[in-house]
């Protein structure tokens, strides 16, 4: 038997959804109807923002008025809220994949999340919050990069650092100190990172 693979988006994969794709078994004449119908169906699985909902209505091609006033009233009862979706974002994201400030604005930029949202959604995280999830990040994998040449360890534990959205300054900080506590000699280091 086939297996299905399941997309999430809080996992960082696709946008669209089972829900978004199928059509409803009977879908509704009025454009009005077919709007509330898709956007209950996408909300039914997983928040989404208000722009991600309007991008599934413009592939449905629900005209933008119709689309528009749905999304108002939506929002004007609570079922979308870009604020609380970004800060649900930020917590789940930054807790579970340890991603810094700089890749969650970006996620939530993709999904269309205003700027100021964003802005207020990772002022959430402050720079100890960073720096402990960077550090949790290098200590797990730290002992994969055990037998390597110190700059190539210092290359991938940085790398690693970089791809999840810290900044140069805390990688290079954090590894550092991962190797000093491991026993590298801080001398041996500075040639790396400098005083």
Known sequence: MART??????????????????PPPAEPADPEER???LCLRLLTGTPRTRKQLADAMRRREIPEEV??????????VGLIDDEAFANAWVESRHRGRGLA???L????????????????????????QEEQAARALVDRRLGATRGLERDKRIRRLAG???????????ALRVVRRALEE??????????????
């Open 35 to 37: 709007a509330r119908a």
């Open 5 to 22: 693979a399941r997309r999430y988006t809080d996992r960082g994969g696709s946008d669209s959804s089972r829900a978004e794709k199928e």
């Open 67 to 76: 689309a528009e006033h749905v999304l108002e009233r939506f929002q004007d």
């Open 182 to 195: 491991e026993g590298e000699e801080p001398e041996f280091l500075e040639p790396f990172f400098g005083e």
């Open 101 to 103: 400030r700089r890749a």
């Open 105 to 128: 604005a970006q996620e939530l930029r993709t999904r269309g999340v205003d700027n100021e949202l964003i802005g207020r959604a990772v002022e959430q995280l402050d720079s100890e």
């Open 160 to 170: 690693m650092l970089a791809r999840k959205g810290y900044s140069e300054g805390v």
